[in-house]
């Protein structure tokens, strides 16, 4: 059995469902593993626009699997301190692997995503949620800390310090119509409709610019690391005159506007 799946719902989309639903999805290295080389392999894939990732069955993903968290490869001969150490590099390195990806990624969080799960949905571009979903910090619950996988940094900047201070030490369960509300998700939509929302996003986006739309990606992230808005707005700056001087979009976009009809940029 594949614990990972990649499919094909749109031209120029990929899909990537986490394919464990007995165990919601939960992140046993067995599962973090190949998901972590199916970023890699689309990342690599230039007929990707536009990245879904979504999980089996009824969760999105329930964090850390406690009772069966598969093998962790290349251990042998390590002490359990350092085993401790790379099991943690390599879920780190999940969360950093979407942030690097060219692509747009959009978590279609289909149901419960809870500690980790939850991490794996902040590191996304984008979330919508199914009505169903729910997120939890569970840490806090499990008698560790709530902040995991680059947590207390992603949330704080989703929804805003006191919001997430609140949520990470409580504990409690956000559910979708409240994440949506706070800005968690975009917005919550019907189970039934949920990827389907989420293609209908994906392929808008695909529609413009390449570099344009991985420019943008990268300067929203940017943004939210930038030390000061001037050296931000140098940035952008920058990354605007780069696509305005190598491509003819602009002149593309003026056109089509001209003849009513949609813009084909061929940067």
């Known amino acids: 059995m594949s614990f990972v799946l990649i499919g094909r719902p749109r031209p120029h989309v990929t899909q ?25 392999e689309v990342g690599r894939d230039n007929d990707t626009r536009v990245v879904v990732v979504t999980g089996a069955g009824r969760g999105f993903c329930s964090g850390a699997d406690l009772e069966s968290p598969g093998r962790i490869p290349g251990i042998e001969g390590l002490t359990v301190s350092t085993i401790a150490l790379r099991s943690m590099e390599l879920l780190d390195d999940v969360i950093t692997a979407m942030r690097r990806l060219h692509q747009p990624v959009i978590a279609a969080v289909n149901g419960p995503a809870i500690g980790g799960g939850l991490c794996l949905s902040l590191a996304a571009d984008i979330r919508l ?25 992603l949330l704080p900047r989703a929804i805003g310090s006191s919001r997430a201070f609140e949520i990470m030490l409580s504990g409690r369960d956000v559910d979708a119509a409240e994440a949506e509300r706070i800005g968690l998700v975009s917005r919550a939509v019907p189970g039934g409709k949920l990827l389907d929302e989420c293609c209908d996003l994906a392929e808008r986006i695909a529609g413009f610019s390449r570099p344009g739309v991985e420019l943008t990606k990268r300067m929203l992230w940017s943004g939210l690391d930038a030390g000061s808005l001037a050296a931000h707005m140098d940035h952008e700056g920058l990354g605007q005159l780069y696509v305005r001087l190598t491509t003819r979009n602009f002149e593309e976009a003026i056109e089509a506007r001209k003849q009513n009809r949609p813009p084909v940029f061929g940067d």
């Open 16 to 40: 990537i469902t986490l394919n464990r639903p007995e165990r919601m999805n939960a992140m046993a290295f067995d599962v973090m593993v190949p998901f972590r080389e199916a970023l890699e």
């Open 129 to 153: 949620a199914a009505e169903g979903a729910y997120f939890r910090a569970a840490g806090i619950n499990n008698g560790l800390t709530a902040s995991e996988l680059g947590l207390s940094y």
